[in-house]
């Protein structure tokens, strides 16, 4: 069975950073997309950040890019969300999510695309 946990949430200033953490287990995830979402108060879900476990192919959102990383660690099975330079639009609770068999062609960007996802952790950036 696969389970996603998240760590890594917490209040900061803006103009801080915060490193989310998500363990992943109960199966292999070569081929898999990961991805990290968000969902705000009255939003809806987004892909802030997604790679592709094997590497290589990433995805940020504009409102993200050169502030988020996406990495992963094969032996420990976790993929990270590095955010720096935190704005207090970035306030939301961040889910990790894996779609196990991914896309052949591209990161899958819909949240309605992923199979699994962990319960999310809560960031709070205050001005």
């Known amino acids: 069975q696969v389970q996603l946990v998240e760590s890594g949430g917490a209040s900061v200033q803006a103009g801080g950073s915060l490193r989310l953490s998500c363990a992943a287990s109960?199966?292999?995830?070569?081929?898999?997309?990961m991805g990290w979402f968000r969902q705000a108060p009255g939003k809806e879900r987004e892909c802030v950040a997604a790679m592709k476990w094997s590497g290589g192919t990433t995805y940020f959102a504009d409102s993200v890019k050169g502030r988020f990383t996406i990495s992963r660690d094969n032996a420990k099975n976790t993929v990270y969300l590095q955010m720096s330079s935190l704005k207090p639009e970035d306030t939301a609770v961040y889910y990790c999510?894996?779609?196990?068999?991914?896309?052949?062609?591209?990161?899958?960007?819909?949240?309605?695309?992923?199979?699994?996802w962990g319960r999310g952790t809560q960031v709070t950036v205050s001005s």
């Open positions: 999510a894996v779609s196990v068999s991914g896309n052949p062609f591209r990161i899958l960007l819909n949240f309605r695309d992923y199979d699994y």
């Open positions: 109960g199966r292999t995830f070569r081929g898999s997309d």
